[in-house]
């Protein structure tokens, strides 16, 4: 009897902001191969990672659960691979599971996928230029630009022939710093990016962490990342926009090769005909010059939000869109559910297929719960933190500690509150936390707070409560 059961093609971006893709109305780029999606399949606007920090996330989206329970809360805590994933209960259930390009989740040099039937992966970073790959544990180079060599591995196994369903994962490395471009995109963005309009942000009205962090696209960007030295006798003002032109230019040259790539997937996929799921996100958002930063980590707007985009013309209507709050801890039971295959007990997440179908339970989230762990590390000086959004709200507490995480600091700092009203000041760029008019939506989202990390099981910090 043959297996009516689709292939599912998920590919994951690092650090690919949403209003990077133009499906999300961009105003600095077009993305025509990644909006086919869009226009074929749903649009998620409201998709959000649970800590912005790309081992974390992946280890939440592979798990289907919170980084207190999968352990990987920071870049220094590898993953113990043989947990439950949805790739080995796919594998178990009949599938063929296989993962090219960036794994980001060992350390010391270990990287062990597990539940794949092939994987070959990218050591740490990888390399964008004539990359070396883990290929089934034996190390080779593969010359080329990294974003072509992963999309020719994936074509690869798509035109391979099988008697089972695929699930394939495509992990880019593009567009993570240091934003290598290839040759056949460095001409591009050379008129000049629009500067954002949150980019001399000086961070008063808020919380003293946003002033701490060491991201500014004006100051912390390197000679490897900016790949020139400034012109002789520019002013400050000059020099910052120097940097945040040679920082996006190179950053959307990444993306433009990253489209591209979408589009020779999503070519070949259609030649073949097969039903197919395919799924295109980031592992997290990313300041594009937003605040006068790149990087991640924070709660606000641009770092929370996930690109996600999803096609599958069985179920979902084509150019359709979703505003419920969806989040990275559901990718694995949806992926799961449309494979029909029982999720595990441990996840916690939800699967998004009654989303996909256009329909929305009444007992849907109505808030979604964050937290990172990887205090004031020794580059970007971020302070840990958890916090809850509702569609209208984000209530955030830096609580001030690092509780003993690899690669956090023992350094305490205040603990910090803060609350935005996102229809009013959707730049978050004014902390209403203090403002009497607000205490009510202070204390309930306190409480929705305290509930999120009770039902979940993480524990707030104790000086924060």
């Known amino acids: 009897m043959p297996d009516d059961r689709p292939d599912l093609v998920f590919v994951m971006a690092d650090d690919h902001a949403a209003h990077a ?38 280890a939440a989206i592979l798990t289907g659960t919170y980084n207190h329970v999968n352990g990987v809360t920071t870049l220094d805590t590898p993953i113990d691979a043989r947990q439950p994933g949805f790739p080995a209960l796919l594998r178990d259930a009949g599938y063929r599971t296989v993962l090219v390009g960036k794994w980001h989740l060992g350390h010391g040099g ?32 593969f010359p080329g630009y990294a974003t072509d060599v992963i999309t020719d591995l994936a074509l690869a196994e798509l035109r391979r022939d099988r008697d089972r369903p695929l699930c394939l994962l495509v992990h880019h490395k593009a567009p993570h710093r240091p934003w290598t471009p290839d040759p056949a995109h460095a001409h591009l963005f050379g008129s000049g990016v629009p ?82 799921v395919v799924v295109y996100t980031s592992d997290q958002g ?3 010059g937003d605040h006068g930063w790149f990087d991640k980590r924070f709660m606000y707007e641009e770092s929370l939000r996930m690109p996600l985009l999803v096609r599958w013309p069985r179920e979902v209507a084509a150019g359709s869109v979703s505003d419920a709050l969806v989040v990275n801890v ?12 029982p999720p595990h007990p441990r996840m916690q997440g939800r699967s998004l297929r009654p989303l996909l179908r256009g329909e929305r339970p009444a007992d849907w989230r109505r808030s979604v719960y964050y937290r990172y762990w990887q205090h004031l590390d020794a580059q ?10 509702t569609a209208r709200h984000k209530l955030v507490c830096y609580y001030g500690a690092g509780l003993d995480q690899p690669g956090a600091s023992d350094e305490r700092t205040p603990v910090e509150w803060e609350l935005f009203d996102l229809e009013r000041d959707p730049a978050e760029l004014r902390s209403v936390y203090g403002e009497p008019a607000y205490a009510g939506v202070r204390a309930e989202l306190t409480a929705e707070l305290a509930r999120l990390q009770a039902e979940l099981g993480d524990a707030p910090y104790p000086a924060a409560v």
């Open 330 to 341: 559901d990718f694995a039971q949806t992926l799961l559910d449309l494979a029909g295959v």
């Open 286 to 288: 990313f300041f594009l």
């Open 195 to 276: 500067v954002p309009e949150t980019y001399d942000d000086d961070y008063t009205h808020r919380a003293q962490a946003a002033a701490r962090a060491r991201m500014r696209v004006r100051r912390d960007l390197n000679r490897e990342d900016l790949k020139a030295e400034p012109p002789p006798g520019l002013t400050a003002d000059q020099h910052a926009r120097w940097a945040y032109q040679r920082f996006i230019a190179d950053y959307l040259r990444c993306v433009a090769s990253l489209d591209d790539s979408v589009g020779r997937l999503l070519d070949a996929l259609d030649a073949t005909g097969r039903d197919t």
């Open 380 to 389: 970007h000086r971020v302070a840990a933190h958890y916090g809850v959004r």
């Open 110 to 141: 270990v990287h062990d996928p597990h539940g794949f039937d092939s994987w070959c992966v990218l050591p740490d970073q990888g390399d964008y230029d004539d990359p070396e790959m883990i290929d089934n544990s034996l190390r080779r180079r």
């Open 21 to 58: 893709i133009s499906a999300y109305g961009s105003k600095i780029t077009r993305t025509p191969q990644i909006d086919r999606l869009a226009a074929e399949g749903m649009r998620f606007d409201a998709a959000f990672c649970t800590n912005s920090l790309c081992a974390p996330s992946r």
